[in-house]
Protein backbone atom coordinates (compact mmCIF):
# COMPACT_ATOMS: atom_id res chain seq x y z
CA UNK A 1 0.00 0.00 0.00
CA UNK A 2 0.84 3.46 -0.90
CA UNK A 3 -0.57 6.67 0.52
CA UNK A 4 0.18 9.89 -1.63
CA UNK A 5 -0.22 13.67 -0.18
CA UNK A 6 -0.11 16.69 -2.02
CA UNK A 7 0.82 20.09 -1.26
CA UNK A 8 1.84 23.54 -2.75
CA UNK A 9 -1.18 24.00 -5.29
CA UNK A 10 -2.91 27.85 -5.07
CA UNK A 11 -3.60 31.09 -6.85
CA UNK A 12 -1.17 31.99 -9.47
CA UNK A 13 -1.03 34.75 -12.01
CA UNK A 14 -0.06 33.97 -15.45
CA UNK A 15 3.62 33.66 -16.11
CA UNK A 16 4.26 32.69 -12.53
CA UNK A 17 5.66 29.66 -10.98
CA UNK A 18 4.17 27.12 -8.20
CA UNK A 19 6.37 23.91 -7.38
CA UNK A 20 4.03 20.72 -6.06
CA UNK A 21 5.24 17.83 -3.69
CA UNK A 22 4.23 15.04 -3.35
CA UNK A 23 5.29 12.83 0.16
CA UNK A 24 4.66 9.11 0.29
CA UNK A 25 4.12 6.65 2.66
CA UNK A 26 5.63 3.38 3.26
CA UNK A 27 9.53 2.08 2.55
CA UNK A 28 9.29 0.99 -0.83
CA UNK A 29 8.82 4.34 -2.41
CA UNK A 30 12.07 3.69 -5.08
CA UNK A 31 10.06 0.53 -6.06
CA UNK A 32 7.65 2.87 -7.85
CA UNK A 33 6.89 5.09 -10.75
CA UNK A 34 5.43 8.33 -10.03
CA UNK A 35 3.47 10.27 -11.87
CA UNK A 36 1.47 13.40 -12.03
CA UNK A 37 -1.87 14.26 -13.34
CA UNK A 38 -4.33 17.11 -13.75
CA UNK A 39 -8.23 17.49 -14.28
CA UNK A 40 -9.38 20.88 -15.38
CA UNK A 41 -13.74 21.11 -15.20
CA UNK A 42 -15.38 19.39 -17.45
CA UNK A 43 -12.07 17.50 -19.15
CA UNK A 44 -11.04 13.80 -18.74
CA UNK A 45 -7.87 13.21 -16.51
CA UNK A 46 -4.87 13.81 -18.30
CA UNK A 47 -0.94 12.77 -17.86
CA UNK A 48 1.08 15.64 -17.08
CA UNK A 49 4.92 14.34 -16.31
CA UNK A 50 6.46 11.07 -15.21
CA UNK A 51 9.78 9.69 -13.29
CA UNK A 52 11.03 5.96 -13.30
CA UNK A 53 12.37 4.63 -9.79
CA UNK A 54 15.57 5.94 -10.19
CA UNK A 55 14.80 9.53 -11.11
CA UNK A 56 16.69 8.98 -14.46
CA UNK A 57 14.17 9.33 -16.53
CA UNK A 58 11.47 11.46 -17.03
CA UNK A 59 8.25 11.83 -19.84
CA UNK A 60 5.98 14.74 -19.89
CA UNK A 61 2.64 15.63 -21.71
CA UNK A 62 3.52 18.23 -25.17
CA UNK A 63 1.36 20.67 -23.71
CA UNK A 64 3.90 20.71 -20.08
CA UNK A 65 7.54 20.10 -21.96
CA UNK A 66 9.85 23.12 -21.37
CA UNK A 67 7.68 24.24 -18.48
CA UNK A 68 7.06 21.46 -16.48
CA UNK A 69 10.14 19.86 -14.35
CA UNK A 70 9.48 16.08 -12.38
CA UNK A 71 11.46 15.01 -9.96
CA UNK A 72 12.32 12.94 -7.17
CA UNK A 73 13.85 12.09 -3.71
CA UNK A 74 14.25 9.02 -2.41
CA UNK A 75 15.58 9.60 0.54
CA UNK A 76 12.62 11.98 1.52
CA UNK A 77 9.59 9.73 -0.21
CA UNK A 78 8.61 12.76 -1.96
CA UNK A 79 8.08 13.67 -5.96
CA UNK A 80 8.25 17.33 -6.79
CA UNK A 81 6.62 19.49 -10.14
CA UNK A 82 8.24 22.68 -10.64
CA UNK A 83 6.05 24.53 -13.26
CA UNK A 84 7.23 27.55 -14.81
CA UNK A 85 5.42 30.17 -17.05
CA UNK A 86 1.99 28.72 -16.17
CA UNK A 87 -0.49 29.21 -17.99
CA UNK A 88 -5.08 29.75 -17.76
CA UNK A 89 -5.08 26.31 -19.11
CA UNK A 90 -2.53 24.98 -16.54
CA UNK A 91 -5.63 25.41 -14.29
CA UNK A 92 -6.85 22.22 -12.48
CA UNK A 93 -6.85 19.77 -10.22
CA UNK A 94 -3.27 17.81 -9.92
CA UNK A 95 -3.16 14.49 -8.95
CA UNK A 96 -0.35 12.36 -7.81
CA UNK A 97 0.01 8.97 -8.61
CA UNK A 98 2.26 5.60 -8.22
CA UNK A 99 2.71 2.67 -10.00
CA UNK A 100 5.28 -0.29 -10.00
CA UNK A 101 4.96 -0.64 -13.90
CA UNK A 102 8.04 0.24 -15.88
CA UNK A 103 5.44 1.40 -18.14
CA UNK A 104 3.81 3.65 -16.07
CA UNK A 105 6.44 6.75 -15.50
CA UNK A 106 5.88 7.22 -19.29
CA UNK A 107 1.77 7.36 -19.14
CA UNK A 108 1.34 4.10 -20.74
CA UNK A 109 -0.53 2.48 -17.95
CA UNK A 110 -2.65 3.89 -15.14
CA UNK A 111 -1.43 3.82 -11.86
CA UNK A 112 -2.52 1.43 -8.71
CA UNK A 113 -2.32 4.34 -6.26
CA UNK A 114 -4.15 7.92 -6.17
CA UNK A 115 -3.44 11.19 -4.05
CA UNK A 116 -6.24 13.47 -3.18
CA UNK A 117 -5.64 15.93 -5.35
CA UNK A 118 -4.39 19.70 -5.25
CA UNK A 119 -6.18 22.63 -6.90
CA UNK A 120 -3.65 24.89 -9.12
CA UNK A 121 -5.60 28.13 -10.36
CA UNK A 122 -3.81 30.39 -12.95
CA UNK A 123 -5.61 33.61 -13.61
CA UNK A 124 -4.47 36.07 -16.78
Known amino acids: QVQLVESGGGLVQAGGSLRLSCAASGRTFGDYGMGWFRQAPGKEREFVAG????????SYADSVKGRFTISRDNAKNTVYLAMNSLKPEDTAVYYC?????????????????WGQGTQVTVSS
Open 51 to 58: VNWSGGST
Open 97 to 113: AADRSPAFYRGAVPPDY
